[in-house]
C-alpha cells in the first residue's frame, strides 16, 4: 500500500504540504481509481475536468503558502442531494434526472473555500430513502466488500455511494446526509468511518430535502482523525437556514488526545434486541471492555422508549418528506409527464418520476397528515419525540457518552430483504434514536463478523459535544485497530 | 388499509397509481400501520408535541430585498421555455392549461 489513493486525508495534507506530491497529482490518481471503478456504481456524475481545475488552483494556493485549510487539495466525493452550481444534482431520481442547480449548498461552498477537490457527484438512494441503495434511478452501487460467495452486497444507504467511494478507495472523504441513519449505517456496512453532527451544526440549505428536523451533513471518511478535519471545513452558522445554529465551533482534530480516563460511557440495555446476531452482541461487549481499559467507566443505563424510535421515525420523516416532495410537480423545473388535465399531469409526473419506495414514503406521510388522522398518526409521533429526547436527556445527566453497535448486521446482498418493507426499515433501528433527538452520533469499524464484513460501533454525546465523540472514537479505533480492506482493492493494485 | 383507501391517499398525494400496485401498496401500508400501532402504548396525555431539537428563538432579518433580477437563473430549468423570433430564451416559462 503505497499508492496516493491509500493515504488518509491527514497524511495527504501533510505530504501536500511537504511537496511530495501536488494536488493535481492526487486528484490524477483519484480521478483515474474512479474510472476504474464504474463497476461499483459509485458516481452519477463525475466532474474530472473540474477536480484538476481546483487541484491546480490549490497548488498554486500552497506555493504561495496560503492553503486555505487542512482541506486544500483533498479529494472528495459529494452525495448526490448536494446542489452544486452548474453540475447536476439529481437526488438519486428521476425526477431530476435533467437538473442542473444554478448554486452552490452552504456545505459545498464551504468545502470548496476551504480547497477541497470534488471528484463528482455520488450515487445514493432516492431522495435518500433507503438504506441499501438500491432504490437509486441509477441503479444500485455494490460495497466493495465482497465474500468468495460471489454475491454482491449493499453499501449500506442511503448515502451508500460515498460510503463506496471512500471504503473502495477513490476517494479520500465523501460528504454525505443522514436523517436516520444515512451517513452511519452505511459506514458500518463499508468498514468506514461515518459521523453525523448536532442537528443545527450543518446549514441544510441547498440540499435537496427529505425530513428537514432530521436531515443533517456530515462527513464520511477512513479514519476519525480525518472524519474531524473534513467536518470543520462542512460546519458553519449559515443565515439562509433558520435552523443553523449560531454556536462557537471548536477545533474537532483537537479532540482526539486518547484522554478518556474516568468518562462515564452509559450502554443502553434496551438496544440489547432479541434475534440479534451474536457477532454484534460480541463486538459491543469488545467495545465496552476497550473503553474501560482505556480508563472509562461502562455504566449500564435504561432507554425504555428506544423500541419506539423507528415507528415514531417513520410517522415523522414521511409525514415531512410529503410535505418536502410536493413542490415536484413538473410545472417550474424537473420531470413533466403530459396529461388531460392539471391533476392528471401532477400525477403522471410524481407516479413516473418517484421511484416505488418514495411513492410508498409520500402516501404514508400524505395519510398520517390527512384530516383526521393528523392526531392520531403525527402529534402522537411528536410526542413520542419529546418523551424520546427527555429520555436521552436525563440519561446524559449521568453519563457522558453513549456506545451501542451502529447497526443490527452486516452488509446483505443485494435482492435480500425486499419483501417486507419493515424489515428493511429496521436495519436503522439503532441509529434512529439519536437522529429523533438532534444528537451527534458517529460509527467507527469495530471488526469483521464471523463471515469478513465490517461491523460499526456506535458513540452518541450531548448536543454540541462533537469533541467527545471525536475523541471516544479515536480511542476506540485505536484499540480496534481496523487494519482490515476491503477485497475489492486486492483487484485493483 | 383497503384498495380504496390507497387510490384516495394517491389521488390526495397527486400520485398515479396501477391498479395492480394498488393490491401491493394496500398490503404494504397496512402492515407498516400494524406496526405503527404500538405507540399507543404510550400514554403521551401530558406530553407536550416537539416542535425542535434545539431549544433557539426563531432568527429574523430586516425585511429587505438581498438577491433578485437574475431571471435567467431562476429560468434555467424550467422545462418549457419560448423564444423570440432570433430564437432568445423570453424571461418567462410556458405552464400547463390550469383554467377551462
Given amino acids: 500500500m503505497n499508492s496516493l489513493t491509500d493515504l488518509t486525508i491527514a497524511r495527504s495534507r501533510d505530504g501536500l504540504d511537504k511537496g511530495d506530491f501536488s494536488a493535481v497529482e492526487l486528484a490524477e490518481a483519484h480521478i483515474a481509481a474512479v474510472e476504474a471503478a464504474r463497476d461499483l456504481n459509485a458516481f452519477i456524475t463525475e466532474t474530472p475536468e473540474l477536480a484538476l481545475e481546483r487541484a491546480k488552483a490549490s497548488d498554486e494556493r500552497r506555493a504561495k503558502g496560503a492553503a486555505a485549510s487542512a482541506m486544500d487539495g483533498i479529494p472528495i466525493a459529494v452525495k448526490d442531494l448536494y446542489c452544486t452550481d452548474g453540475v447536476a444534482t439529481t437526488a438519486g431520481s428521476h425526477i431530476l434526472e435533467d437538473f442542473t442547480p444554478p448554486y452552490e449548498s452552504t456545505v459545498t461552498q464551504n468545502l470548496k473555500e476551504a480547497g477541497a477537490v470534488m471528484l463528482g457527484k455520488t450515487n445514493m438512494d432516492e431522495f435518500a430513502m433507503g438504506s441499501a441503495n438500491i432504490t437509486s434511478y441509477h441503479g444500485n452501487v455494490i460495497n466493495p466488500w465482497k465474500l468468495d460467495d460471489g454475491k454482491d452486497r449493499v453499501p449500506g444507504g442511503s448515502s451508500g455511494g460515498s460510503a463506496a467511494a471512500v471504503a473502495g478507495h477513490l476517494a479520500l472523504g465523501g460528504a454525505g446526509s443522514d436523517t436516520g441513519g444515512s451517513i452511519r449505517q452505511p459506514a458500518s456496512f463499508s468498514g468506514i468511518v461515518g459521523m453525523k453532527p448536532t442537528y443545527g451544526r450543518c446549514s441544510r440549505w441547498g440540499m435537496v430535502a427529505f425530513a428537514s428536523s432530521l436531515d443533517q451533513a456530515g462527513p464520511m471518511t477512513r479514519t476519525v482523525e480525518d472524519a474531524a478535519i473534513m467536518l470543520q471545513s462542512m460546519v458553519s452558522h449559515d443565515k439562509k437556514d433558520s435552523t443553523s445554529v449560531d454556536q462557537s465551533i471548536p477545533d474537532f482534530a483537537a479532540a482526539l488526545t486518547s484522554n478518556i480516563k474516568d468518562l462515564k460511557v452509559g450502554v443502553p440495555k434496551e438496544y440489547r434486541l432479541d434475534g440479534m446476531p451474536g457477532e454484534i452482541e460480541t463486538l459491543w461487549q469488545q467495545g465496552i471492555e476497550w473503553l474501560k481499559a482505556a480508563g472509562a467507566e461502562p455504566v449500564e443505563i435504561s432507554l425504555p422508549y428506544t423500541k419506539y424510535a423507528l415507528p415514531t421515525y417513520y410517522i415523522v420523516a414521511p409525514a415531512e418528506a410529503s410535505s418536502n416532495l410536493a413542490r415536484y410537480d413538473g410545472v417550474r423545473y424537473g420531470l413533466r409527464v403530459e396529461g388531460d388535465s392539471l391533476d392528471e399531469m401532477y400525477e403522471n409526473t410524481r407516479g413516473q418520476g418517484f421511484g416505488a419506495e418514495v411513492r410508498r414514503r409520500i402516501m404514508i406521510g400524505t395519510y398520517v397528515l390527512s384530516a383526521g388522522y393528523y392526531d392520531a398518526y403525527y402529534v402522537k409521533a411528536m410526542k413520542l419525540r419529546t418523551l424520546i429526547l427527555q429520555e436521552f436527556q436525563q440519561a446524559f445527566e449521568g453519563v457522558d457518552v453513549m456506545l451501542t453497535p451502529t447497526a443490527p448486521s452486516p452488509a446483505f446482498a443485494i435482492g435480500e430483504k425486499l419483501d417486507d418493507p419493515v424489515q428493511m426499515y429496521l436495519n436503522d433501528v439503532f441509529t434512529v434514536p439519536a437522529s429523533l433527538a438532534g444528537l451527534p452520533a458517529i460509527s467507527v469499524p469495530g471488526g469483521l463478523s464471523d463471515e469478513g464484513l465490517p461491523l460499526g460501533l456506535h458513540l452518541i454525546t450531548k448536543p454540541f459535544d462533537e469533541e467527545t465523540l471525536f475523541r471516544v472514537g479515536g480511542v476506540l479505533e485505536e484499540a480496534a485497530n481496523f487494519t482490515a480492506q476491503p477485497s475489492y482493492l486486492e483487484g485493483v493494485a | ?100
Avoid: C, H
Avoid at chain 2, 28 to 55: K, R
Fill in chain 2, 1 to 100: 388499509m383497503d384498495k380504496a383507501t390507497v387510490l384516495n391517499i394517491a389521488k390526495l398525494a397527486r400520485i398515479k397509481v396501477s391498479e395492480s400496485e394498488t393490491e401491493n401498496l394496500a398490503g404494504e401500508l397496512t402492515n407498516i400501520f400494524d406496526w405503527i400501532e404500538q405507540l399507543n402504548e404510550v400514554n403521551t396525555d401530558n406530553v407536550e408535541p416537539m416542535t425542535s431539537v434545539v431549544a433557539m428563538a426563531m432568527p429574523s432579518r430586516t425585511d429587505e430585498v438581498n438577491d433578485g433580477a437574475d431571471a435567467e437563473r431562476v429560468l434555467q430549468n424550467a422545462p418549457d421555455r419560448p423564444a423570440d423570433a432570433q430564437g432568445n430564451p423570453l424571461a418567462f416559462y410556458v405552464v400547463p392549461k390550469v383554467v377551462e
